[in-house]
Every structure is written in C-alpha cells, then in structure tokens.
C-alpha cells in the first residue's frame, strides 16, 4: 500500500503570535499539494486560530500539541477537542514524551484522549519511545509494544487506520543526537507489528508512521527511504520557514 508522506512541526512552547503568522504568510502557499506530501504544523493552542485562519484553503494543516478527553466541563486550563475540531484544526499530538515526564500523562489518559480526538473529528498523533536508559538496557521493544497496546485500546479498525503514530525515542529529541535511519527504521516496523497484532495486516499498511527525534533538512532524507517511515515529527528545525519548507521538499 503506498502511503502518503507526512511531514510535522511540533512547535512545543516556541514562538510568538506575531512570529507564527509571519511563519504561515509565509510557508502556507508553499507547500506541496496534500495528495503528494501532507504537511502541519502543530502549534501551542494560544497560537492556533492565527494559523488557521491564515492557511485557510491552503495545502498546510495545522494541528494541536495536546488536548483533554472532554467534550467541555470544569477543566480549569484544559483544551477541548471538540473546540479544536471547531476551529478547523485537524490533527493532534498526544503522548508526547515532555507531556509524559513533566506533566505525568500515563498510556491510560494518553489512550482517553486518543479515543476522544477521533470522536471531535481530530486525528491524533500518538507519540511512543523509550529513555536512554531504557534503550540501553534493551528495553526498547518491550517499552514500544507496552505503550501501544494501552494508548491505542478501544480504537475501531477504521480509526486505526486514520491514526498517526510517531516513534520518538526520548534520547534523541533536542539533542542533536538523531536515531540511525535502521534503529529508526527497526522501531517503525516495530510499531506497524504492533498495530497488526492488535487489528489486522490491512489496518497496519494503512498507518503512518512518524520518527522524530532531531530530524533536519541533512537527514530527513535517510529516514524517508525507509520502508516504514512514512514521516516525521519535527521540533527545532520546524521553527524557521526555510527549514521548514526544506524538510518538505526533501520528501517530495
Ligand atoms: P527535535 O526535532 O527538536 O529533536 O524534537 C523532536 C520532537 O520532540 C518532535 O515532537
């Protein structure tokens, strides 16, 4: 099955509205048409309806970081999907290893979230990978399949086959020190086994599967050429409009 390549920024907590709106005028009308490469950025929610609105019938989405399970309610601070979803933002990133380490998100309130972005018509992007330490001890299989197996629970097969997994291993974010494009590309088939063995060999060719993990214009091109890498999560080299716009380019 041939995937469509997906190329994302994760702005985490960067840039100020002025700067994301000269980013958009930008970069917007730029990029490649969605059926040959799908590019996003995903953004900090104070960020989003600028972005939006200033990409509006163009090719470039744009996604959220994070949201909270429910529809609306007393959740002081939180982000709601359905409003997400109502303001034209189509993807969203769930799991991501800083949402697990610093604010304690676990694979049970990753996998609440995951279910309530497909029913507010988002599609998320579910991070998973292991510490350092973790990969050093070998663990990096089992840290994978475990994290999957619950932040995917309860999803139908036609959302499975919507969904976004990125393979972010922790020690290779922000550090300059990217993952080998075969430790990447072992890990990535790693997550398709497992999305097979939890629904079917259909469901898991249908799957996009991200790495992240200092990705940059040099080498982006090494993980594109594997055959389980369907894209990649992007932080640092997301920032700037000329890397950006590279990164996408690179894929094509
Ligand atoms: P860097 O590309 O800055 O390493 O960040 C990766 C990341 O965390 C994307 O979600």
Known sequence: MSRIPFIAGNWKMNLTVK???EFAKEVAT???AASSV?????APATHLEAL???TKGSELAIGAENCHFEKSGAFTGETSPYVLNDLGVKYVILG???RREYFGETDELINKKTIAAFENGLVPIVCCGETLEEYEAGKA???ITSQLRVDLAGLTKEQAEK???AYEPIWAIGTGKSADSSTAEACCQLVRETVCGLYDETTAQAVRIQYGGSVKPTNIKEYMACEDIDGALIGGA???EDSFKELIMATK
């Open 30 to 32: 730029k990029v490649p």
């Open 238 to 240: 997301s920032l700037k």
């Open 96 to 98: 991501h290893s800083e």
């Open 163 to 165: 969904l976004v997994v």
């Open 52 to 54: 939006v609105e200033l």
């Open 19 to 21: 700067e994301a709106r």
């Open 141 to 143: 299989v089992e840290v």
């Open 38 to 42: 799908e590019s996003a950025i995903c």
